[in-house]
């Protein structure tokens, strides 16, 4: 079984600045993808980074990057020039990559505040 | 393009009456889920289904039944109402290979449901 570990409930940023949230899980699966998903307070969840496993190049997506270490099994997400709409809950959240096990494992969430 | 739709968004019911959570989507995915966000944690997976007929259960699956007659909707049902079943519901879909896929994960925008 997966387990994903988000171990900040709660971190703020002033408006501008890089801010990191980190997330560590276990598998003992050898390829897997990982995922940092948003939820703003409109209770949406929205996909902001995916990086596969074998990839070892750190995936980027505009202001949001991720930092992958698959020794350490850590998979931290990195937000530049934050803005007041990155306010929101960010879920870490890994599944296999192969076989008939469809299901994403979803780390218990950090709750990101971006202050003016 | 209306994506993943959710109907209600909000219910309440009281303990022991029965309701269906409708989820339709318009895009022709195969893999469909169902997930419940309670307060302060991260999504859990309690049904999923990988194409119209087939259906499996996921980590939470206990107090609901699903079905998957059509490809484009799968409602989830609850029919014994619980407090402990007090939850957000939210209902997923993506099109090959489940959530592993490179193509985009689309989230439908929850249903509120309160036991009282």
């Known amino acids: 079984a997966q387990t994903v570990t988000q171990s900040q409930p709660e971190m703020s940023v002033q408006e501008a600045e890089t801010v990191t949230l980190s997330c560590t899980y276990d598998?003992?699966?050898?390829?897997?993808?990982l995922f940092w998903y948003k939820q703003p307070p409109s209770r949406q969840m929205i996909l902001v980074i995916r990086q596969e496993a074998y990839k070892q190049q750190n995936a980027t997506e505009n202001r949001f990057s991720v930092n992958f270490q698959k020794a350490a099994k850590s998979f931290s997400l990195k937000i530049s020039d934050s803005q007041l709409g990155d306010t929101a809950m960010y879920f870490c959240?890994?599944?296999?990559?192969?076989?008939?096990?469809?299901?994403?494992?979803f780390g218990k969430g950090t709750l990101l505040t971006v202050n003016p | 393009n209306a994506g993943v739709t959710q109907t209600p968004k909000f219910r309440i019911l009281k303990i022991g009456q029965s309701m269906t959570l409708q989820c339709a989507q318009d895009m022709n995915h195969n893999y469909m889920y169902w997930y419940r966000q309670d307060p302060g944690m991260g999504l859990k997976l309690i049904y999923y289904?990988?194409?119209?007929?087939?259906?499996d259960k996921g980590e939470v699956p206990n107090g609901y039944n699903v079905s998957r007659s059509t490809t484009e909707d799968f409602p989830l049902r609850l029919e014994l109402a619980a407090p402990s079943q007090t939850s957000v519901y939210f209902c997923?879909?993506?099109?090959?290979?489940?959530?592993?896929?490179?193509?985009?994960?689309?989230f439908g925008d929850g249903t509120r449901l309160s036991i009282l």
């Open positions: 598998t003992s699966e050898s390829n897997y993808y």
């Open positions: 289904s990988v194409g119209a007929g087939i259906t």
């Open positions: 959240a890994f599944i296999p990559a192969r076989g008939s096990n469809y299901k994403l494992t």
């Open positions: 997923a879909s993506t099109a090959d290979r489940g959530m592993r896929s490179n193509q985009p994960q689309h």
